[in-house]
């Protein structure tokens, strides 16, 4: 290497780094020399890769010279600041230019936060914060919580902001893993911290991500409440896609209470604003939200045409929580029109992308469905054991509504093998959950469910069947589960 490629690769080897974006002159210099490979990206962007070998040599070059740590303090920098600029531009027009942008820098992310760590957690902290949607959009939820977690434990910083962005980042991240008691934590301190500071994002973001716990608990006075107040926030100066996502989530409360007209509303007027933006991994989730609003109403045609857009526009996008959910949404579409196989498929696939994402609400949903197609094909064990599991796996993190479908779905095997007192005590458990909580049973599920006690009342007789009924209705929710995953059937 001769003297000016060595001073060249020095200034340009960021500790770790294995590319440089934006590259000088010295960099094209290099790639002349076959020391720095050079290629375009997606986009038209320049882009200069280094090789191990001339990493290793400019770092050791580095370290002899006394240059290593403040060159891989400016590398940390360099790219906190641009993490910063991600974090707005995630959720804005050019969003899908800077996810790609963030994909390609993953590795320069990995190595500027191995050496916050050790040497700069408070940079490192906010890098990892910054990135918070790029984890949850890449199915890094594990990764960006053990970021936060060890730089948190690391930093001797108490600075409002950091704190603020972290906790932030944290409890947005463990929401989607059902660690709930994690995020109320770390939003409720957010909350707290940003209204002493008068950090009205840092507000929104907070109630935001109460809302979210509230509508995962079931709790929907208190989510909409939350989301309520948000959503001014949001609309004066927050991301554009921020306030898409509170209209799309006041629409799931409005859903989940059988509200379909108003649900139908603002799933409408969230991919409005997200069009705006062309924010199509938004879309695609308005799409599908608007497919889950038609299937509740028994429109299976129109939820298939809607699911469909949904998952192509997930699958361009790479958005893997989407694809799970539309793959869903389109095998139970299949399972009610019968096509047991194609509905299988569907949901298996759904089932395998929520297990790689760690994504326990998804599990617990996806578990019923395929409960729900093996008791459609007579599959009466099967079905037991998947709707057992998916009840365990919603008591442990704490899913309400979709307890009540899998305490249903049990009720309903119970009926087709005869056990009819059993499962008129579970049917009157859970519609006292149901009226309790204010998720009514959609009005598509109601004929099957009707049957069942119909046939239950003409078998048991009128004194038995309400004595099951009356013992049902006066159970609380953690007898009715045990009842419900302890008895074989």
Sequence with gaps: VDGCAEEALIDLAAAGAWSIPNPATKARDLAEKSLLRYELTPG????????ESIREYAQNRLERMGLADAVQRWHAQYFQQLTQIAAWELNEVNHEIWLRRCELELNNFRAALRW????????????????????YLRGLLTEGRAWLDELLDKSESRSSDLLIQALLAAGTLAVHQGDLTHTILAANEALRLSRASGDQNGIARALHCLGNVALYQSHYAQAEAFYAEALPLFMARGPRAYAAQVMNNLGLVAKDRSNFPRAIQYFE???ALRRTIDHKRGMAQSLLNLANAAYWQGDYDRTAELATQALELSRSTGYT??????????GMTLLK??????ARAALNESATLFTELGDKKGMALILIDLGALARAQGHWAEATQLY????????QIGERRRLAFGLEGLALVACSQASYAHAVTLLSAVRALRSQAGIPLPASEQDEIDQALAQARDVLGRAAFEAAWTQGGAMLLD????????EER
């Excluded at 929580?321 to 389109?330: I, R, T």
């Excluded at 007898?479 to 302890?486: T, W």
């Design 44 to 51: 038209d962007q320049e882009r200069y890769i280094m090789l």
């Design 116 to 135: 916050c760590v050790r040497h700069a957690p408070e940079i490192g902290v906010l890098l990892a914060a910054n990135l918070c949607d790029f984890w």
């Design 269 to 271: 007027n969230s991919l």
């Design 321 to 330: 929580l989407n694809v799970s959910y539309a793959l869903e949404s389109l």
């Design 337 to 342: 029109q019968q096509q047991f196989e194609r």
């Design 388 to 395: 057992r599991r998916s009840l365990k796996l919603c008591v």
């Design 479 to 486: 007898e009715v589960v045990k009842l419900a995953i302890g």
